[in-house]
């Protein structure tokens, strides 16, 4: 059985005031739940902030994004070993935002995913088509090629020290869920895939989240399905009452 994770994605949100706020609604709301693992990942600026909210709870800090030196002259960037002394235990890598408006490609998802391994972060691998992909059925050419250059020198048994969010990038802010059947079609390729790269049971041990709209209207259903391990929230984890209700989503077994 793999543990289901609920990971919150802020984003370029929240002052330090608001994080506060916002990280006291979510453990006021989720701190008791123990069939979950909850993810905050508050922009750099607040993790520290966040941090102490949550520092005697089972809610994990994440960031957004790293560098994969370990250190130097890199001005703006951020490394695997500053987020985990910051007290971060995940880090979200390749996200389709970094891909799109930052100019990140497969070769950086994958020098990140290794420097994350490397310290000890869990990294949440974020891969996922666009519209006018899925439009012209390569959806599975997309998704399959970001797995595998992203995984590039993982070794299986670090497969379970890994997190891959499927985030169509057509759902990504837009309102447009992925029907839970569309996602978990998805989902199963991608683990079928990991189990031709690695091995089946390596393959069995890795957390796939969906990311794209998900609200609390929405949830219960797509974690009904069995290849759909968690959520990777964006517009909804910015409000405790839908992150909270997300967290709750209904186990149906
Ligand atoms: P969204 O964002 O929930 O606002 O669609 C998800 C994400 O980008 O991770």
Redesign the pocket.
Known sequence: MRRPIIAA?W?MHMTLGEGTELAQGIVKGCRDMDDVDIVLAPPFTALSTVRKEIHDTPIALCAQNLYWEEKGAFTGEVSAAMLKDVGCDYA?VG???RRQLFGEIDRSANKKVLAALTHDLIPIL?VGETDAERDRGVTYVVVDRQVKEALKDVAATQLDRIVI?Y?PIW????GRTATPAQAEEVHQSIRGQLAKLFDTDAAETVRLLY?????PDNVDDLMAEADIDGA??????LKPDSFNRICGFERRT
């Open positions: 994605n984003k979200i996200h389709s935002e974020c969010a985030e759902a990504i802010g837009t990311g794209g709209s998900v609200k990777l929230v964006g517009g909804a984890s």
